[in-house]
């Protein structure tokens, strides 16, 4: 198998996991939307029924939250793939207990602890690839991370749709159940993945440490050199021998700059001087996922729907036809966006577009929001079909993108949770204050989503910094910090490999 291959086999194996998050995230909107689920969770009499709808949609972020906190400590002590080996079985934890809920607590508890999961597992993911990928295709190899993602969201949606035509409680508990199959398989597959080259234990940050560890830190170098040779054996010996050099001795000065591994420790250094300008940057480049008004619209279609006239079966169909829009703008991301614009090009005019987007569907809805005039409604539907088709056009593996390439090696994991634990964080707010915003203020609500796209566009024009093309190891230099000379000769870089072999 040619090396381009086999690297597309990880590439598209890892992303199942995209997939799964799809599923799990998608799956609550069709479950709202469910009679027999809302008159089996909230029976006559149910006091405060949208609190308990925001608390179930809200949960799931706050798990979230939870994730993230752990996630950076699981990438860096067990590993890429053994983090998303365990975060895949908890979601098939979560998924159980929500299956099985006898009422809003126990789904409250399986929509927590799936939550959790999807904290560690949602950043893992591009983590995993883009430590795989070559440069010059990185941004295009986690988009089909987002292409996986729109295709479980898209399928969230039509087993809903199919789930409709059931009886009783099995439209909503053999929905929650389909978030299962794909887990087990990617879980049964994770097992022939390699684990990331640059998840490596040499050199060591705490010299004394190094004579104790010295057996783990020589099984970690074989490793290394076999996942080296089996993504770039296509390439000559120079190339795969100057690579190996860069990721190595990247790790090396980064290591040899740290005074302590705990967590603790991480977390202050991501708020360093030195660090917090990609911390801000990172997680300014998350936040719209959020602000965006994506996942408000995601998980409350069913009341937007409603406010143009349109519910029950109807509602869901719409949604299930919804989910094909985000298919459709991942591949034009694949096909002419991914690596062919910038970053920060990317990122300000696809805040701009989406701004104007939901300018159109706040002036559809304010004049045709009662349902009353047929053409009104559906050209409000057609403006929320393409503001998700846009959205991924723009945004739905670049924000991952941009959040993993953005910090050093010994920081990836934990930077780029910080910045996932902040978008989840305003997930749990916003979908707090969703259902009432809808109910007390109906189309003004979107008028909060529209600033915060100017704001964020004028954010990623003035200081995102460009990362597009670049090497992961030589990013460090776009911020300031000293990276391995892209200079050395060859016959160094041998004498240097075979130094370090020598020492090893």
């Known amino acids: 198998m040619k090396a381009t291959t086999r690297l597309l086999v990880y590439v598209f194996t890892i992303s199942i996991g995209g997939a799964v998050v799809g599923i799990d995230l998608g799956l609550i909107a069709t479950t709202l939307a469910q009679p027999a689920f809302n008159s089996?969770?909230?029976?006559?009499?149910?006091?405060?029924?949208?609190?308990?709808?925001?608390?179930i949609v809200s949960i799931g972020s706050a798990g979230n939250v939870l994730g993230s906190l752990s996630n950076g400590l699981l990438l860096e002590k067990l590993g890429r793939k053994r983090t998303l080996l365990v975060s895949t079985f908890f979601t098939i934890v979560?998924?159980?207990?929500?299956t099985a809920s006898n009422g809003v607590a126990l789904m409250i508890v399986g929509r927590c602890v799936a939550g959790m999961a999807l904290g560690i597992l949602n950043p893992t993911i591009p983590i995993y690839i883009s430590e795989l990928a070559r440069p010059a295709e990185r941004a295009r190899l986690v988009g089909i991370f987002g292409l996986l993602?729109?295709?479980?969201?898209?399928?969230?949606?039509?087993?809903?749709?199919?789930?409709?035509?059931?009886?009783?409680?099995v439209t909503w508990r053999l929905a929650l159940a389909m978030q299962c199959p794909l887990a087990l398989l990617l879980m049964g597959l994770s097992f022939v993945l390699p684990e990331s080259p640059r998840w490596c234990k040499f050199p060591l940050s705490l010299p004394q440490r190094r004579l104790t560890l010295k057996v783990a830190q020589e099984e970690r170098y074989e490793e290394f050199d076999s996942t080296l040779r089996k993504l770039y054996e296509d390439e000559d010996e120079e190339f795969f021998i100057r690579t190996q050099v860069e990721i190595r001795e990247q790790i090396h000065l980064e290591a040899a700059q740290r005074s302590n591994s705990?967590?603790?420790?991480?977390?202050?250094?991501?708020?360093?001087?030195?660090?917090?300008?990609?911390?801000?940057?990172?997680?300014?480049v998350m936040q719209v996922g959020i602000l965006?008004?994506?996942?408000?619209?995601?998980?409350?279609?069913?009341?937007?729907?409603?406010?143009?006239?349109?519910?029950?079966?109807?509602?869901?169909?719409?949604?299930?036809?919804?989910?094909?829009?985000g298919i459709i703008g991942q591949v034009i991301n694949l096909l002419g966006v991914s690596d062919r614009w910038s970053r920060r090009q990317t990122m300000w005019v696809g805040c701009l577009v989406l701004a104007i987007m939901l300018s159109l569907l706040m002036t559809l809805s304010k004049?045709?929001?009662?349902?009353?005039?047929?053409?009104g409604a559906r050209a409000g539907i057609a403006f929320i079909f393409l503001y998700s088709g846009l959205y991924a056009v723009f945004f739905n593996s670049t924000l991952y993108t941009i959040a993993a390439e953005t910090f050093p090696q010994h920081l990836r994991g934990y930077g780029t949770s910080v910045a996932a634990l902040c978008q989840g964080i305003t997930a749990i707010w916003l979908g707090q204050v969703t259902p009432f915003a809808f109910a007390a203020i109906s189309w003004k609500y979107y008028a909060v989503f529209i600033s915060s796209l100017v704001a964020l566009s004028a954010f990623y024009f003035a200081f995102l910094t460009e990362t597009n093309q670049l090497t992961l190891e030589s990013?460090?230099?776009?911020?300031g910090d000293e990276t391995v000379s892209a200079g050395k000769d060859v016959e160094g870089e041998k004498h240097a490999t075979e130094t370090f072999e020598h020492q090893v």
């Open 367 to 375: 004049f045709y929001g009662n349902g009353e005039n047929a053409n």
């Open 94 to 98: 979560g998924s159980v207990f929500q």
């Open 292 to 325: 965006s008004g994506s996942l408000a619209i995601q998980n409350y279609q069913s009341l937007l729907y409603a406010s143009l006239g349109f519910s029950g079966k109807r509602a869901i169909l719409i949604s299930g036809c919804y989910g094909f829009m």
């Open 262 to 284: 705990n967590l603790g420790h991480a977390l202050l250094e991501l708020f360093s001087w030195k660090n917090i300008r990609r911390t801000a940057m990172a997680i300014m």
């Open 40 to 55: 089996y969770m909230f029976p006559p009499g149910t006091k405060n029924v949208s609190s308990l709808i925001g608390a």
């Open 149 to 169: 993602v729109a295709i479980g969201f898209c399928l969230a949606n039509w087993i809903g749709y199919a789930c409709s035509f059931a009886n009783g409680d």
């Open 475 to 479: 990013i460090a230099g776009q911020f």
